[in-house]
């Protein structure tokens, strides 16, 4: 039981997972974002079955790391490994943000980010990796547990984009005299 979550290549996903099988899934996978599919999850000698009510349902092998990790791996291969998360960082990301290292590839910039409590991104600053600036574009996003889905503006897309995308959070709270740290992993 808990929030679980993958953040791979291509692929991330928030799994809630309740104590009587029952599970809730976010993610996103290949730029294509869903959020609150619900399904179940069963376990039987070191085999996982997870079906969802959309049909995009999972079976293999399972490897269980009590209140760390499991990973699940089919028979065609395909391996996501998934960690607990002890805490929600939904709460903690709600506030203004401060980047001072955001590049456009020659030159550091300025990027600032305004999250509200209504899943709101206020964005001002460098357009990573271009030349371009935008001011108070706002966006979508979700935080459950350690991973934030983000969608992206039309206008903050260049060629090869995907319009959803996922961050692994990782929170140092009291980390500077300026406050708390949130880095974000893409």
């Given amino acids: 039981a808990g929030t679980w979550t993958c953040l791979q290549e291509n692929f991330a996903e928030a799994l809630v997972i309740k104590a009587n099988g029952s599970v809730v899934s976010t993610g996103v996978e290949d730029g294509e974002y869903w959020e609150n599919v619900k399904g179940n999850i069963a376990i039987n000698e070191?085999?996982?079955?997870?079906?969802?009510?959309?049909?995009?349902?999972?079976?293999?092998?399972?490897?269980?790391?009590?209140?760390?990790?499991?990973?699940?791996?089919?028979?065609?291969?395909?391996?996501?490994?998934?960690?607990y998360c002890k805490e929600d960082l939904s709460d903690e990301i709600v506030g203004m943000w401060v980047c001072n290292d955001a590049t456009n590839g020659t030159t550091t910039q300025m990027a600032i980010n305004t999250y509200t409590k209504d899943g709101t991104c206020i964005f001002t600053g460098i357009v990573p990796n271009t030349d371009s600036h935008m001011v108070n574009v706002s966006t979508n996003y979700k935080v459950i547990g350690d991973i934030m889905f983000t969608q992206r503006a039309d206008n903050q897309l260049v060629a090869g984009d995907v319009k959803f995308v996922a961050s692994r959070l990782m929170y140092t709270p009291d980390a500077t005299l300026l406050g708390d740290i949130i880095s974000r992993k893409q």
């Fill in 46 to 83: 070191g085999k996982i079955s997870m079906t969802f009510e959309d049909g995009d349902n999972f079976e293999g092998h399972f490897d269980f790391i009590p209140g760390l990790a499991f990973s699940v791996c089919s028979d065609k291969g395909e391996r996501y490994l998934y960690n």
